[in-house]
């Protein structure tokens, strides 16, 4: 079942006008499946694949490189071989839209204290079992009760909320990555930048691709183990390395963030070796954020990650020279806000999603002049 494309529209202006940060989560309900339709007119082929013999298609999208029979799917559920054409089956179906403050995401190098239209499929291509937002990364579309909306509509909306961008978050975009790819196109129509929230997990050609229409990323970056991504993810950790290296290549903004999971990713001896990684293969500007795990989805039997553990890490991170560090779900920590390396003056406060630039002028310090690296407005 899915909403209209007038619900849609009538929604985020409703909505805009009641809240300045206007909400609308659908709910996963399977009471109200949506029948895979052979005749939808509405699908779309999806991108990077290879055609196989016997109507037989591989995936070449992220690093499962699923090899899938006519009328399976992928292990991320949301995309289809039918008779040798693979077909995206999200396309223009978001389940779920927020105005979200884009340190929500968080991104705190990246045109603070302004908004971001955020957006989400269901579906993911890996399942960590910490998950937040497993009602939505671990159903299928059948599952869900979703919108129809364009491209251009979600561009508009992002326009007509007061967003500054559009972001591709809550599950995994990777997955509805050729919906992300036309949104953002058409965000740029209307000056409306775009940011996807990644697992890292894709391809190297599509990640390239995806570069050229994105303005900044943020990379779940899970642990520095193969066990923990293995076990926990049902991924693996090489992948994401690897996209993080293209990154930099690239020439794009990211950050990266590290969910402190209690003795599962803690351990002072791998936060060491992850920060000496970054600080050799990304360099020491790439803002880190610590964040505190809370009891999830299939890991509710852990407590909650220890203050005390997430302020050892940045003390780990900082020693090894890595310059933005900070610790988050932690609302009023001193790690919240961003400081200049070299005189140590406050430039950014932040409480919670609260914001206060007041120590940054033309993507510099006041009071040393040091270039901070970062997209400002």
């Not at 794009?252 to 990713?265: A, D, R, S």
């Not at 992850?274 to 803002?287: K, Y």
């Not at 932690?330 to 003056?345: I, L």
Request: hydrophobic fraction near 35%; charge should be positive; include cysteine.
């Amino acid at each position: 079942m899915a909403w209209t494309r007038r619900q849609f529209l009538r929604t985020v202006l409703s909505a805009s006008a009641a809240s300045a940060f206007p909400t609308l989560a659908l709910p996963y309900s399977h009471r109200f499946p949506r029948e895979s339709d052979p005749a939808d007119e509405s699908l779309v082929e999806a991108w990077h694949y290879e055609k196989l013999p016997h109507k037989k298609i591989r995936c070449t999208l992220c690093p499962r490189e699923c090899v899938i029979d006519d009328q399976e799917r992928g292990y991320c559920g949301v995309r289809e071989n039918r008779g040798g054409v693979y077909y995206t089956l999200v396309y223009g179906k978001p389940c779920t839209w927020h105005v979200d403050p884009i340190e929500k995401k968080p991104l705190f190098h990246f045109i603070p204290g302004t908004k971001a239209f955020s957006i989400s499929t269901v579906g993911c291509n890996i399942e960590c079992k910490f998950c937040q937002n497993w009602q939505i990364s671990q159903i299928r579309p059948e599952q869900s009760v979703d919108y129809v909306a364009s491209p251009g509509e979600i561009a508009w909306a992002a326009d007509a909320t007061g967003c500054a961008s559009i972001a591709y978050t809550y599950a995994e975009p990777v997955i509805f990555y050729e919906y992300m790819y036309d949104c953002a196109v058409e965000g740029r129509k209307r000056d409306v930048r775009s940011v996807m929230i990644s697992n890292g997990y894709i391809n190297r050609e599509p990640m390239r691709q995806l570069c050229k229409v994105l303005d900044a990323v943020k990379i779940d970056f899970k642990a520095y183990t193969e066990r923990f991504y293995r076990e926990l993810c049902r991924g693996h950790l090489k992948p994401v390395l690897d996209t993080l290296v293209l990154l930099k290549q690239m020439g794009i903004w990211f950050e990266m963030v590290y969910l402190v999971v209690p003795t599962q990713n803690d351990s002072p001896d791998e936060i060491r070796q992850m920060c000496r990684w970054i600080l050799q293969e990304l360099g020491p500007d790439v803002p880190l954020h610590f964040t505190r795990f809370y009891p999830q989805y299939k890991m509710r039997n852990l407590p909650p990650t220890p203050v005390k553990t997430l302020e050892r890490a940045w003390e780990i991170a900082r020693d090894e020279g890595l310059h933005f560090v900070y610790i988050g779900n932690v609302p009023g920590h001193r790690a919240e806000s961003t400081y200049c390396p070299s005189c140590d003056r406050r430039l950014i406060y932040r409480i919670g999603y609260a914001v206060e630039v007041e120590g940054l002028r033309n993507g510099r310090c006041a009071h040393c002049g040091r270039e901070i690296p970062g997209v400002w407005l």
